[in-house]
């Protein structure tokens, strides 16, 4: 069997250094102003510092692999990993987003539009709370109540 083996290293070429770009996945180009990548209808989230950069997406399994290449065109190394999601969805890691962006759903404050609103929400910070759960819970007559 050596003599065999040897003789038939000879007609098989050899593996290539470098994979084919095609082994990484789908070339994608992540978004200049948010650092997202579209594979399937879905957007998938990749650290920050990749805008505009090029990069590779592969299904594998449940989940999706995303890779770029160093900027010497050398190594290929997976930047982000994602379980699989839903068309017209993304699929955002916290650990992506840049650090003076907020984490969670934004804090929101009612801003007075009259007179009667300013004096109301200048009484204390709990008028602001009162205020927005009034209007959460679809209460009515809301304008009338601050002016008493």
């Known amino acids: 069997p050596s003599v065999v083996l040897k003789s038939e290293a000879m007609t098989f070429h050899g593996l290539p250094k470098v994979p084919y770009l095609a082994a990484y996945g789908v070339m994608r180009k992540v978004e200049p102003n948010m650092p997202i990548v579209r594979f399937n209808h879905c957007g998938y989230s990749v650290p920050a510092k990749y805008r505009r950069e090029v990069v590779y997406v592969r299904s ?8 770029a290449q160093d900027k010497a065109g050398g190594y290929v190394s ?68 601050i002016a008493d």
């Open 60 to 67: 594998v399994l449940d989940e999706i692999v995303i890779v």
């Open 78 to 145: 997976e930047i982000a990993r994602h379980r699989r999601g839903e068309a017209f969805s993304y699929v955002i890691d916290d650990a992506h987003k840049e650090k003076d962006h907020p984490s969670g759903p934004l804090t929101r404050m009612p801003i007075p539009t009259n007179e009667i609103q300013a004096k109301f929400l200048s009484i204390t910070p709990d008028a602001s709370q009162w205020l927005i759960r009034a209007c959460n819970s679809g209460a009515s007559g809301i304008e009338s109540s």
